[in-house]
């Protein structure tokens, strides 16, 4: 990787951030689902980067969101648990001409980057409704907000990768 | 030692993991906890500050709410305001809150106190809407003063609403005289200048002088006698037997709010007295 391409994934890193903190976390979609649209770069990142890089990122870009949101550690734990399983879950999902490729509609295919995407947000965002819950006083109705906002992560995420896909064409 | 490395480097992806994780554990239960909860939440001095920042944007995705929640506290507020200057002025610049106070006092009055709630000075046939109506016992012909003094005659009621001819309308025609003075005229507005009104019917020999007291004369049983009305801004002689007189209205009309409406307690019997009498004369 060049420095070129390291700049690029920092404007990435911060773009991500800012979104996520300025706009998505104050949407709050019938009162159950908030966007965690953020994750999508930690999904994306190439995976030729190392699982402990991979994780280090993961965890400073979920304490920054933590202390934008106030849920201190629940999406860095997250996010890490994310990472940890991302090179198993690429193992699985991605072709054999992948790889070390950022995951993509194009790297991966549509249908499996779908399903890779889909894991990834479900296993952050269970892995965070649970925690930032605490407790399993009414885990039907957490369960339930996780089930929600992966919905809403992915249905943004699908628009933004068709979108670069498109661009990239 | 070189193995106790080499256990590092082989499992070292998963011992970051642990850590990390660790950590992050410790981060929310530390959170959680209120004593230990002050280095990474927002009353942290960087975050605050970056919520700071991050106000300055946001804030203006809720510029349009917060705009409307203060525009409505406002028009509160100014109510609120507007009817606390009225009733200061209502206590401190009355000039006919004595004479309301011993005409109630004589059990002959009662008085309705009721809110402007529409109002012209600028048409030739003025009107002013009342926010009491002959739910609170207002009725056709009743007298209505305000603050620094008279303001008109009911002239229609609805249940909770009523309308008053003020003096500033042409066709009104109120009965007064010079305080002090026996003989009466009639104030009369000619449509032109809301501050002032005209009075009339006062022969030339009684002495008028500018700043005398106009008032009303008690001929009716509309308005009592002696109450406030105006004071006389210019005096002089017209062409016929009269004087021109013109009167400052006590009342500033562009500027009304609460009113009261005179209710004179014998008025049906007067009225029954006074057809009985008509009656009489015409067999």
New interface residues.
């Given amino acids: 990787m060049n420095s070129k391409i390291i700049l690029n994934y920092g404007w990435q890193f911060l773009a991500y951030l800012l979104v996520q903190?300025?706009v998505l976390n104050?949407i709050d979609f019938m009162g159950v689902a908030t966007p965690y649209l953020f994750v999508l770069f930690l999904i994306t990142l190439p995976t030729e980067i190392?699982?402990?890089s991979l994780?280090?990122i993961a965890?400073v870009m979920?304490?920054i969101v933590?202390?934008?949101s106030?849920t201190?550690?629940?999406n860095?734990?997250a996010c890490?648990?994310m990472s940890?399983l991302k090179p198993r879950l690429c193992k699985l999902f991605a072709p054999a001409d992948a790889e070390g490729e950022a995951p993509s509609f194009r790297s991966f295919g549509k249908g499996r980057f779908f399903q890779f995407a889909l894991l990834m947000v479900l296993v952050h965002h269970f892995c965070f409704y649970l925690?930032e819950n605490?407790t399993l006083i009414d885990l039907g109705g957490t369960l339930f907000k996780a089930f929600e906002s992966s919905v809403f992560t992915m249905v943004l995420i699908c628009c933004i990768e068709y979108f670069k896909y498109r661009h990239n064409r | 030692m070189e193995t106790l490395i080499r256990f590092f480097m082989i499992f070292?992806?998963f011992i970051?993991?642990l850590m990390?994780?660790v950590?992050?554990?410790?981060?929310?239960?530390t959170?959680?906890d209120y004593q230990h909860?002050q280095y990474?939440?927002?009353s942290?001095e960087l975050?605050g500050r970056?919520?700071e920042v991050?106000n300055t944007?946001?804030g203006y995705?809720s510029l349009n709410r917060t705009n409307e929640d203060l525009a409505r506290e406002n028009s509160r507020l100014k109510t609120q305001l507007s009817s606390a200057q009225a009733m200061i002025e209502y206590y401190r610049e009355d000039s006919t809150y004595m004479q309301r106070k011993a005409l109630a006092d004589s059990g002959n009055y009662s008085f309705v106190t009721a809110r402007v709630i529409s109002t012209s000075f600028s048409k030739s046939h003025n009107y002013l809407t009342l926010d009491k109506g002959s739910a609170d016992g207002i009725q056709s012909e009743m007298g209505v003063i305000g603050q620094t003094g008279v303001v008109g005659i009911v002239s229609a009621v609805s249940p909770h609403f009523s309308i008053v001819i003020p003096l500033l309308n042409i066709s009104s025609r109120l009965s007064v005289k010079v305080k002090n003075k026996s003989q009466t005229g009639a104030l009369v507005w000619k449509g032109e200048d809301y501050r002032y009104a005209s009075l009339e019917e006062v022969p030339t020999y009684i002495p008028v002088a500018k700043g005398d007291s106009v008032v009303t004369s008690g001929y009716s049983t509309i308005f009592p006698e002696g109450m406030y009305v105006g004071k006389v801004s210019r005096s002089g002689r017209s062409s016929d037997n009269n004087l021109r007189i013109d009167v400052s209205l006590g009342i500033d009309f562009s500027r009304l709010a609460y009113v009261d409406v005179i209710k004179f307690k014998n008025a049906p019997e007067v009225k029954k007295l006074q057809e009985e009498g008509t009656d009489e004369n015409e067999q």
């Fill in positions: 903190v300025m104050y190392s699982t402990v994780m280090l965890f979920g304490l933590d202390v934008c106030d201190v550690g629940v860095a734990f890490v648990l940890y925690l605490g | 070292k992806t970051v993991f990390l994780e950590l992050s554990l410790v981060l929310v239960f959170y959680n909860g990474f939440n927002s942290n975050v970056m919520y991050m944007v946001t995705f």
